[in-house]
C-alpha cells in the first residue's frame, strides 16, 4: 500500500504522527512510505533520517494526497486540504467530528474512508498525557507575573505560600496535570465525578492532595482562594449550562489563571479557543489559556510516544483491510466515522442532528466475533439511514 505522512499545518503544530521508526517498520511491511519534505523537522527528525528508514521524500502535501492510499496526520483537516482528498482513500487524524460539522460534510462528500484517532485509542492517547504534563506546566508559566499573572510559584518561596491549583477531571489528561503539579509542589484539589477515581488519586499520593466532587456548588466554594484552575473535563456538548460561569470567574482572584486543556465550548463561559502565537487572554482578571493544541509545545516527546501507539493501527488497516481491522479492534471500530459517503460516528449524529449507520453494519461484520469497545461518549442517536448503496 502506498501510506502517506503528511505535514500538519494547524498553526503552531509541530508533530508528526510517524517518526523513522515507524516508517521503517512500514517500509518493511513491504508498503511505499512517502513523507512530506519538512514534516519532522521541528519534532527532531530530517528528511534524511526518513529517507534513510526507507521513505520516499515529495515537495508538498499535495502530492502525499494525489499519491497514497492511505494518509495520516496529527491534526484536523483544514479546509484547505478538503479538495484535497479523493473518494476510497482512508485517512487517520485527529478529527473531532461532533464540534466539526464542515470538516465532516467534507469526509461525506469526499467518499473518503476516515478514522477519528482520538476514539481509538484502547489505553489512552499519549497525547492526553502529553497535553495534561505540557498544560500544567503553561498554566504555571501563564501565572508568571510577565505573562500577566500574579506571580505566584508552583511550590512557594520561604514566608511565601504556593500555589493553590484545582484539576477538573481526573482521567489521562487530568492525572498527567496533576502528577506536574504535585511535584513542582502546587497544593492540588482533584475535582471528578467518580468517587472510585479520587479515592484511588488520593492513595496515590497518600492523602497529599486534596479531592472534591466536581459540582458547581464545590466550584463556587473553592475558586475565590483558587489560583490555577486546569480544566481536563471532556464537556457534553449539548449540556445546557457551563460548568463554570463568568461570575465564577470574576470570583478569582485577579492574576489567576484557568488553562483550558479540554477547550469545550459551553464548559467554562469565558473560554475561546487560542494559538502558540497568542497563548493567553485576560477575561474578568483571570489569565486564560486555551491553546488548542497544547502537546505541539513538546513535539519531540510527544510525536515518539504517539507515533509508537498509533503504528498497530496503521499495521492493522493494511494487512487487514477495513472492515478486517476494525472486526479485530473494537476500538479502532468505534473511531470509524465516515465510510464512502456516510456517516459512522453516533456522537456526531447525536450532535449535529444527522444520520449515521453503525460501523459494524456498513462493514457488514456485525455477525462476526468482534472485539468489544465501550462506547466514546454518553451521546447516543437513533436517527439512522433510511437507504444504505454499498
Known sequence: MKFGVLKDIKNGEFRVIATPSE???????DNQVFVCSGAGYKAGFDDEDYAKAGA???????EIWATCDFVAKVKEIEESEYPLMREDQIIYTCIHPAAHRKEVDALLEKKVIAFTAEDSHRYGSPNCEAAGKAGAFMGLWAMMSNNGGSGKFASGLAGAPGVKAIVCGAGVVGRAAIEVLVNMGCQVTVADINVGILRDISSKYNGKISTMICNRFNLQRELP???LVVNSVRWPKDAKEPMIDRAMV???SRGSVICDIS???GCIETFRETTHDEPTYIEEGVVHYCVSNIPGAIAGSTSVSYAAS???????????GVAGACARDGFLRRSLTAYKGYLTHEETSGIQDRPWIPPEKILKIENMDLDPAPKTTV???????EHIDI
Open 23 to 29: 516508517v521503517g517498520t512500514l517500509t518493511e511491511d
Open 56 to 62: 520516499v521524500i515529495v515537495e508538498t502535501n499535495e
Open 225 to 227: 482562594t483558587t489560583d
Open 250 to 252: 470574576a470570583s478569582m
Open 263 to 265: 477547550n469545550d465550548y
Open 310 to 320: 498509533v503504528l498497530p493501527h496503521f499495521r492493522n488497516i493494511i494487512n487487514n
Open 379 to 385: 451521546t447516543r442517536s437513533e436517527n439512522f439511514y
